[in-house]
C-alpha cells in the first residue's frame, strides 16, 4: 500500500523531470548572461580556469545522472512486492575495485588540465606588463599606476582602466583587513592580506565601452556589500590617452557654481582626506578626486555618478554605505555645510573631469 | 553511603532533579537532542531572516551590521549548538545501545560534556544582547582584531567556542574509551555498527582538532585584550597563521558534522533494503580514510590567500583523492539497495534522498578543489550552494532519517508516518529550491556575506526563488514539531524491534531499562539480530542478579558551572574567573571523593 503511494509519487516525478531539467538549464543560461558572470571570458586568466572547469562540469553532471538513475531506478524497482525476498548480498569485491578505480580516473581527468591551468594563471609578469597597484581600503578601492620604477604615476579609485591585450601585473596591497580582488569576467580572484605581497597577473583580452564589473570577495566588515569596483578595458591607443589625460592635474572650474564650490571644498574638512592635484587639496585617506567627474559612479560602485548622488553622498556618506568613514558634512547630520554648499561642491567635483 | 566532610551526598532519582543530576547516557541523549533541537530552530529563524533581506535587490528588512551578526551566529549556531551535538545525540543515545553495553566509560564526564556544551551555547546565544559576533564563523584577523571590530561579539565567539570545544574534547575521549573498552563479548571491531565506527572517527577527529583551534582563540583573545601580537602584520605578527589554525581544525571539522549522518544511513538503508549493508568493511575503511585524508586539504579554504604554486597543486591533490572513499561510499549504498525488498518509510526516504542530495555537494566539492575553479567559485554563492548541501542535504537528512528510525527505540512510540512523508517531500523539495539556485547566483558573480546587491546584476530572481525554498523548508520544520507532539500523546506501543533491524539496541525494549539490557547480549555475527533470527537463537532470561549503575551526581551540573564563570571573565571582569576556577577546582575534590554508590 505504502509503495504503490510512493510509486505514484516517482511517477508524477518522472513527468516533473524535463520540467526540472528545464529550469536547470534556464538558470545556468541566467548565470551566463548576468553582468558580473563568471561564465564571461574577457581575459587570460579566466580562459585558464575555464579549462578544467569544462572538465569538471561535464564529470560532475555525469557522475550525478549516474548516481540519480541508480538510486531512483533502484528505489523502484526493488521495492517491496508481494513474494519479492530481498537477496542477500554481502558485497562484490570486483565491483568494489571498479568504482574505487573509477573516481580514481575521474579525479585524474580533473587534476591534469587543473594543474596545468594552475601554472598559466601562476606565471611572472612579462616584463612589457603594465604596472599596478591595487590597495584594498574598508570598503573602496585604490589604484596606482607605476611606471617602470615602481614610481607612482597616477592615482585613481573603484574604476580600473586597461588596455586590451596588455599584461596587468597588479601588485594587491590592503590599508587595514583582507579584501579580495575578484573580476569575474576577466579573472579570478586574490585576496589583498595586510604583510604579505599579492599579486595576480591578467590580460584583458576584450575591449568594450561597459565596464566589466568586480566586487570584493572577502568579508571585510559592515560594507563588504559595498565595495565595487569597475573595470574598463580599451583598445591600446584609447588607453594612453586616457592614462594621459588623468595624468593632468585638476581642470579649473568654468561655471560660477563650480568654482563657488571649489573655493568652499578648500576651505572645508574634504582636503583632509582627498587630493585634488594642482589645489591645495592633498589629503591621502580617501579616493583621489583629480578626476572624480570623469567616473562613472561613486561610493566604489554602489552610486550612479550625478549630482544628486554626489550631493547626498557628502550630506551623509553612512546613509549610503554603513560604516563609511567619511564623516556626514551635512548640517543636518551633524557637519559643517549648509545644502547650498554641498550642491556647489557637488557642481564642482562633477567638473573635474 | 559515607559521606566526606564538605561533600556533596548523592542526590535522589526523582523529578526535574533526576533529570539535572542524571549520568545516564539515554536521559544526556534526549536533553543532548532537545537541546540541539531548540537551536536548530534559532539558526533557522537565523537563516529565514537572511533570506527575507536577499529576497529582493536593495533589500530594507536587517541593516548591514545586523545581517552580519546573523550571518555569523547562523552559522556558528548550526554547526557548533545545532548539528554536531544533534550527532552527539545519536552517539549518547545509541552507542552504549549498540555495542551491548550499559552505560558509556564516564557517566558523570558524560554528564558533565552536556552541561557545559549548555553553558556554551546559552552565553553565544545571549551575545544578542550585547554585541553578536559579526566577523564570519571563520573570524579572520584583522577584522576580528580589536581595532577593526571593538565591541564584544568576538569575544563572545572566542569564549563561546573555548567552552563548547571543552565540552566536545571530554564527549570524544569518552566514547574513544566506551567504544574501544566496553563492546559485548563477541563484538569484534569489524563487527561494530557502522555507526558506531563512525563515532568512534569523529570522536578521533575531535581530540586532534580541538587543539589547534583551542591555540588560535587563545592567541586572538590575547591579542585582542592584552596587546600580544600574533596576528597583527604591523608587528611582525602574520593573519595567515589564523587561517591556518582554524582550518587544520575547521576541515576536519566538516567530516564531524557528515560522519555521523553517513553512519546513520549506513544503518538504515540495509534495515529496510532488507539485506547487509553492500560491501561493510569498504565503508568502515572509506570513513577511515576520508578522516585520515582530511588532515590534508585544510588549505585548500585558502587556495585564494596568496599560497604558493606548489602548496596549491598539493593541496589540490589530496582534495581530489577525497573523492575516492567518498564514491565508494556513495556506491556502496547504491550496492545495498540493489537487490533489496524496500520498505519506503519516512527513515528510509531521507536516507535514499540523501545519497543523492550529498553527491550533489560531494560533486561541487571536487569542483572547487581544483585551484583555478576555485579562483572564481571561493567566497561566491556557489560554496553557499556546497555547503549547504554538504550540511543540510548530507548531516540533516541523515539525521532525520535517524530520527524517525530510532524515534521507536528512544520514546516507545512511532512519528506519525503521513505526517512524516509530508514532512520529507517538503523539506526535500524546499531544500533544493532554497540551495540548488544558489549555484546559479554564483556562476553569476554574487559573492557571499552581502546583505545587499544592485538590480542590474540580475541577481533577483534567483534569489527571491531560494527565499521561496527557506520558507518550505521552514514550514516542513513545523509540520515535523507537530508530528513529534502528536506522537507524543500516543500510547506507548512500541515493541523491542519494529523494523526488523540486525543491531544490539533492538535487542531490549523500547525505551530500554536505566541498565540497557536485563543481560549483557553476545555477539556471533556482523548483523547480530538476523543472525540469531536466522538462527533461532533465543534472548538468554535475565538471571535476576543485582546490576549496579552509577548513581546521579550533583557534581557535573557544579562543574558545568563553574567552567562557564570561567569564561564570563574576560566578558565582565576576571573575578569572575577566579571564582569559577574555585568552583571548578571545588567540584573535581568532591567528584574524586563522590562514593560510589
Redesign the interface.
Known amino acids: 500500500m505504502?509503495?504503490t503511494r510512493?510509486g505514484l509519487?516517482f511517477r508524477r516525478g518522472r513527468r516533473l523531470l524535463p520540467i526540472v531539467a528545464l529550469v536547470?538549464l534556464i538558470?545556468?543560461f541566467?548565470?551566463?548572461?548576468?553582468?558580473?558572470?563568471?561564465?564571461e571570458i574577457a581575459g587570460d586568466y579566466?580562459d585558464?580556469?575555464w579549462?578544467?572547469?569544462r572538465m569538471?562540469?561535464i564529470l560532475?553532471g555525469v557522475?550525478?545522472v549516474v548516481?540519480?538513475v541508480?538510486?531512483l531506478g533502484?528505489?523502484i524497482w526493488?521495492?517491496?512486492?508481494p513474494g519479492?525476498?530481498?537477496?542477500?548480498?554481502?558485497?562484490?569485491t570486483r565491483?568494489?575495485v571498479i568504482?574505487?578505480l573509477?573516481?580514481?580516473a575521474?579525479?585524474a581527468m580533473?587534476?591534469i588540465p587543473?594543474?596545468d591551468?594552475?601554472?598559466k594563471?601562476?606565471d611572472d609578469p612579462p616584463a612589457d606588463a603594465l604596472k599596478i597597484e591595487a590597495i584594498g581600503h574598508?570598503w573602496w578601492f585604490e589604484f596606482r599606476y607605476l611606471d617602470d620604477n615602481g614610481e607612482t604615476i597616477l592615482t585613481t579609485a573603484n574604476e580600473l582602466h586597461l588596455p586590451e591585450g596588455r599584461a596587468a601585473a597588479v601588485a594587491?596591497r590592503t590599508e587595514?583587513?583582507?579584501h579580495?580582488f575578484?573580476v569575474?569576467a576577466i579573472?579570478?580572484?586574490?585576496?589583498m592580506?595586510?604583510?604579505?605581497?599579492?599579486?595576480i597577473t591578467f590580460t584583458p583580452t576584450k575591449a568594450r565601452p561597459e565596464p566589466y564589473?568586480g566586487?570584493?570577495?572577502?568579508?571585510?566588515?559592515?560594507?563588504?556589500?559595498?565595495m565595487r569596483f569597475r573595470v574598463f578595458v580599451h583598445a591600446p591607443d584609447d588607453f594612453d590617452s586616457w592614462l594621459e589625460d588623468q595624468q593632468q592635474e585638476a581642470a579649473t572650474p568654468t561655471g560660477d557654481l563650480a568654482a563657488q564650490g571649489e573655493e568652499i571644498f578648500l576651505q572645508s574638512a574634504c582636503i583632509g582626506c582627498h587630493t585634488v592635484r594642482g589645489t591645495s587639496a592633498q589629503g591621502v585617506i580617501g579616493p583621489d578626486l583629480t578626476h572624480v567627474g570623469s567616473r562613472t559612479t561613486i561610493a566604489s560602485g554602489v552610486l550612479e555618478n550625478n549630482a544628486a548622488n554626489l550631493e547626498r553622498w557628502i550630506h551623509n556618506s553612512v546613509d549610503v554605505k554603513?560604516?563609511s568613514k567619511m564623516p556626514p558634512q551635512g548640517a543636518s547630520a551633524g557637519g559643517a555645510l549648509t545644502d547650498d554648499q554641498i550642491e556647489a561642491i557637488s557642481a564642482y567635483l562633477l567638473s573635474l573631469r | 553511603m559515607a559521606t566526606v566532610a564538605g561533600t556533596l551526598a548523592r542526590p535522589a532519582n526523582v523529578g526535574v532533579w533526576s533529570w539535572v543530576t542524571t549520568v545516564d547516557h539515554k536521559r544526556i541523549g534526549v536533553l543532548y537532542g532537545i537541546t540541539a533541537f531548540s537551536f536548530l530552530l534559532w539558526g533557522g529563524v537565523q537563516a529565514l531572516l537572511i533570506r527575507t533581506q536577499l529576497a529582493v535587490p536593495n533589500g530594507t528588512v536587517i541593516d548591514a551590521e545586523r545581517f552580519n551578526q546573523l550571518f555569523t551566529m547562523h552559522a556558528l549556531t548550526m554547526i557548533f549548538l545545532a548539528v554536531m551535538p544533534l550527532g552527539a545525540a545519536f552517539f549518547n543515545f545509541l552507542t552504549p545501545l549498540m555495542i551491548g553495553a550499559r552505560d558509556v566509560a564516564f557517566p558523570r564526564l558524560n554528564a558533565l560534556s552536556y552541561w557545559v556544551y549548555l553553558g556554551g551555547g546559552l552565553l553565544l546565544t545571549s551575545s544578542f544582547f550585547w554585541d553578536a559576533p559579526s566577523a564570519g564563523w571563520f573570524n579572520y584577523t584583522p577584522l576580528s582584531n580589536e581595532t577593526y571590530t571593538a565591541d564584544m561579539g568576538i569575544d563572545f565567539y572566542v569564549v563561546g567556542l573555548l567552552i563548547l570545544g571543552t565540552s566536545s574534547l571530554m564527549a570524544a575521549l569518552n566514547f574513544c574509551v566506551t567504544i574501544i573498552n566496553m563492546r559485548a563479548p563477541g563484538l569484534t571491531m569489524m563487527r561494530l555498527p557502522v555507526f558506531v565506527w563512525m563515532t568512534l572517527i569523529i570522536s578521533f577527529l575531535l581530540v586532534l582538532a580541538l587543539p589547534p583551534l583551542t591555540v588560535g582563540l587563545i592567541q586572538l583573545l590575547f591579542d585582542r585584550n592584552w596587546e600580544t601580537n600574533f596576528f597583527v602584520a604591523e608587528q611582525g605578527g602574520d593573519p595567515i597563521l589564523w587561517q591556518h589554525l582554524f582550518w587544520v581544525f575547521g576541515h576536519p571539522e566538516v567530516y564531524i558534522l557528515i560522519l555521523p549522518a553517513m553512519g546513520i544511513v549506513s544503518e538504515v538503508l540495509p534495515v529496510f533494503s532488507r539485506k547487509p549493508l553492500f560491501g561493510y568493511p569498504a565503508v568502515v575503511f572509506a570513513g577511515v580514510a576520508i578522516a585520515f585524508l582530511g588532515w590534508a586539504v585544510w588549505a585548500h579554504h585558502m587556495f585564494t590567500t596568496g599560497m604558493g604554486t606548489v602548496p596549491r597543486t598539493v593541496f589540490a591533490a589530496n582534495t581530489m583523492v577525497i573523492a575516492v572513499p567518498t564514491g565508494i561510499k556513495i556506491f556502496n549504498w547504491i550496492g545495498t539497495l540493489y537487490g533489496g525488498s524496500i520498505r519506503f518509510n519516512t527513515a528510509m526516504l531521507f536516507s535514499v534522498a540523501f545519497i543523492v542530495t550529498f553527491t550533489i555537494g560531494g560533486i561541487s566539492g571536487v569542483m572547487h578543489a581544483s585551484p583555478p575553479v576555485d579562483s572564481q567559485h571561493q567566497d561566491s554563492y556557489f560554496v553557499v550552494a556546497h555547503i549547504h548541501y554538504v550540511l543540510f542535504g548530507g548531516a540533516v537528512m541523515g539525521i532525520f532519517s535517524g530520527i524517525y528510525y530510532w524515534f521507536p527505540k528512544m520514546t516507545g512510540r512511532f512519528l506519525g508516518e503521513g505526517l512524516g512523508k509530508m514532512h520529507f517531500w517538503l523539506m526535500f523539495i524546499g531544500l533544493n529550491m532554497t540551495f540548488f539556485p544558489m549555484h546559479f547566483l554564483g556562476l553569476a558573480g554574487m559573492p557571499r556575506r552581502i546583505y545587499t546587491y544592485d538590480q542590474g546584476l540580475d541577481w533577483g530572481f534567483w534569489n527571491m526563488f531560494a527565499t521561496i525554498g527557506s520558507f518550505v523548508i521552514g514550514i516542513s520544520i513545523i509540520v515535523f514539531v507537530w508530528n513529534f507532539f502528536r506522537s507524543m500523546q500516543q500510547p506507548k506501543t512500541a515493541p523491542d524491534n519494529p523494523w526488523d533491524a540486525a543491531t544490539l539496541e533492538w535487542a531490549t525494549s523500547s525505551p530500554p531499562p536505566e541498565h540497557d539490557f536485563d543481560v549483557v547480549p553476545t555477539v556471533r555475527a556482523r548483523d547480530p539480530l538476523w543472525h540469531d533470527r536466522d538462527h533461532n537463537i533465543e534472548r538468554p532470561e535475565p538471571t535476576g542478579e543485582h546490576i549496579h549503575m552509577p548513581p546521579p551526581s550533583y557534581y557535573p551540573i557544579l562543574m558545568a558551572s563553574g567552567v562557564l564563570l570561567m569564561g564570563l571573565g574576560p566578558l565582565s571582569h576576571l573575578a569572575l574567573t577566579a571564582l569559577g576556577a574555585v568552583v571548578v577546582v571545588y567540584s573535581i575534590w568532591g567528584w574524586a571523593l563522590e562514593p560510589t554508590d
Open positions: 505504502r509503495a510512493l509519487t536547470l538558470g545556468l541566467a548565470g551566463c548572461g548576468a553582468p558580473q558572470s563568471t561564465t579566466n585558464a580556469v579549462g578544467p572547469y569538471v562540469l560532475a557522475v550525478f548516481v540519480l541508480l538510486t533502484f528505489s526493488f521495492r517491496e512486492r519479492r525476498v530481498a537477496q542477500q548480498i554481502h558485497g562484490n565491483l568494489e568504482w574505487t573509477i573516481p580514481v575521474i579525479v580533473i587534476a587543473t594543474f591551468a594552475l601554472f594563471i601562476s574598508q594587491l587595514d583587513v583582507i579580495s575578484w569575474p579573472a579570478g580572484k586574490v585576496d592580506v595586510p604583510g604579505h605581497d599579492n599579486n564589473l566586487q570584493c570577495a572577502e568579508l571585510c566588515g559592515l560594507s563588504h556589500a559595498n554603513p560604516g
